[in-house]
């Protein structure tokens, strides 16, 4: 399998815009998690969906940050308005079941300047 | 004060040293995760246990759960296994991460 597909690699983009992160699980996961890693705070979690249903969304930081799982293969993480302090690097990853081994993306490094 | 607590911060060793990495977690478990990421790269899942040991080539991952602990130890370490080491413990669906602990091992 080709494992947890991250798009973009890379982002850079003026505070204001709207940034738009993707995620594939790994086909036939369960489960998938967004995260956020910053210096400051390490890995948080930000929301994560069952079965395409999202369970637990207390981590997202604000009404700027929206996700969406449409179907079993794709999902979204938004961010509308950006600004600087979201920046950091946001890492999505799936899970076969619950409390099972985590298989993480290469992560998308989001800068807002 | 984090659930989760790893020490050291950061560890520098010569190759071939034995290292240890300790987690101590103050939440109730279901299982608990050490996970490794490189400079710059991704976050891979070495262990995830939930009792006793599991050894995997040179890693050892330990957990005694009445002392809520756990340790990573490398035996014969490499250059290569520079990385920033993660100790993170289940909770329901949910991963609680430490802060890590970064390894810099030199030839």
């Known amino acids: 399998d080709a494992g947890v597909i991250q798009s973009p690699r890379h982002e850079v983009t003026e505070m204001g815009q709207e940034v738009t992160l993707r995620c594939k699980p790994i086909s036939g996961h369960d489960y998938l998690f967004w995260y956020r890693q910053t210096m400051m705070r390490g890995l948080e979690l930000l929301i994560y969906?069952?079965?395409?249903?999202?369970?637990?969304d207390s981590g997202m930081p604000e009404d700027r940050f929206s996700a969406k799982m449409p179907n079993a293969s794709f999902s979204t993480l938004k961010i509308q308005p950006s600004e600087p302090r979201d920046s950091a690097v946001y890492f999505c990853a799936s899970s076969l079941l619950r409390n099972q081994p985590q298989h993480f993306g290469d992560g998308t490094r989001l800068s807002i300047l | 004060k984090n659930e989760v607590e790893q020490s050291p911060q950061n560890l520098t060793a010569q190759e071939g040293e034995f290292i240890t990495i300790n987690c101590s977690y103050s939440?109730?478990?279901?299982?608990l995760h050490w996970l490794q990421q490189h400079p710059g790269g991704g976050i891979v899942s070495l262990f995830m246990l939930s009792s006793g040991k599991k050894k995997h080539g040179r890693l050892i991952a330990t957990i005694n759960i009445q002392e809520k602990h756990s340790s990573l130890h490398i035996t014969a370490s490499h250059p290569r296994d520079s990385a920033v080491y993660i100790c993170a413990v289940s909770n329901t669906d949910k991963l609680i991460f430490g802060t890590g602990t970064r390894l810099q091992v030199f030839p």
């Open positions: 969906f069952n079965n395409n249903v999202p369970i637990d």
């Open positions: 939440v109730g478990i279901s299982a």
